[in-house]
């Protein structure tokens, strides 16, 4: 199947020259949610404007559903809503006009059905006659949404959408996405808050300097990049690990009430049973012991510190 988003080798240096973008490519599946992660500066927003038709490339192609963004921009715009990181609407106007606004400037024909049912998965129908000026900070971002999806795209990209709104707006939009998503649009989402990207995306992709370093299935990226920890805690304190461990694994913690010992999750044998016949041996006793899992935050964060190239498209 035809990706609905084909980026090859898109690069873009500005005219300071900072390169913001160094040789990304790209395909998004149809239908997929994939969350795009990178800290500040890594590249994120430039590579979203660049899709939009709001920064151009320096270098490189973009398609989206085959219409290449520059020979054919009307028809690949059409396809793709934004919903921005910034507050940026226009004050004055009513909740109602300004949605109904943005689906004509896609040549779309007016659909007050439509827009009242996207006014009303955000919570926004009883203030559809409210200026958006009168809105609170929470409320000019759900139109934002409305906006974005005024025009029915088959590809939305949310910027932080989350970025400082509050718990109640939150859980609204990731109803929204699943909805969205169960009715086959295809989203991409960069976000700040790595447990949402955790729970909701199919595929994860990690930007940083401008480079895409890696793009896997979260399923997968946990999998092989994920490690194992089992903490022991221990009858007595010590000081070091003893001499005899110190070809494992293990870290002293909780001011060294507690053994830590870390396992790759892909190794036939994780070494658990001989590491507690050697404590036992060595007259070690622990009275618990307990075991968890990377998250993805943890796997992350592991990849830019490392800056690990490794692209799975």
């Known amino acids: 199947m035809q990706p609905i988003l084909s980026i090859r080798n898109l690069g873009k240096t500005y005219a300071s020259g900072f390169q913001a973008l160094k040789g990304v490519d790209l395909d998004i599946q149809r239908g997929e949610i994939f969350a795009l992660l990178g800290p500040n500066g890594a590249g994120k927003t430039t590579l979203i404007s660049i899709v939009c038709g ?3 490339a320096s270098e490189g192609s973009v398609s989206v559903d085959g ?10 715009r059409s396809l793709v809503g934004l919903v921005p990181q910034e507050l940026s609407t226009d004050a004055f106007e009513t909740v109602w006009s300004t949605v109904r606004f943005s689906r004509g400037l896609f040549g779309k024909a007016p659909d007050p059905a439509h827009l009242e049912k996207v006014l009303r998965d955000l919570s926004l129908w009883d203030k559809k006659d409210s200026k958006i ?3 609170s900070g929470g409320m000019k971002r759900r139109v934002l949404i409305a906006k974005a999806l005024a025009h029915e795209p088959e590809l939305l990209f949310l910027d932080e959408p989350t ?3 509050d718990v109640e707006l939150r859980h609204d939009m990731w109803q929204m996405v699943r909805r969205l998503r169960e009715r086959g649009t295809t989203i991409i989402l960069t976000t700040h808050y790595i447990e949402e990207a955790e729970e909701m995306a199919d595929r994860i992709g990690v930007i940083n300097h401008g480079e895409l370093i890696l793009v896997e299935d979260k399923a997968t990226l946990m999998h092989k990049l994920g490690k194992k920890q089992l903490t022991l805690q221990l009858q007595a304190p010590l000081t070091a690990v003893p001499r005899e461990f110190s070809d494992l694994p293990l ?6 009430n507690a053994l830590v010992y870390t396992f790759d999750v892909q190794a036939g044998e994780t070494g658990i049973a001989a590491l507690l016949r050697r404590l036992g041996e060595h007259g070690i006793d622990f009275k618990d012991l307990h075991s968890s899992e990377s998250s993805l935050e943890d796997i992350f964060v592991s990849l830019v510190r490392d800056g690990t190239r490794e692209v799975r498209a």
């Open 54 to 56: 709001i920064v151009t």
């Open 67 to 76: 219409h290449d963004i520059v020979r054919d921009f009307r028809a690949a």
């Open 133 to 135: 000026m009168t809105l």
């Open 163 to 165: 970025a400082g709104v």
């Open 251 to 256: 870290e002293l913690a909780e001011d060294g």
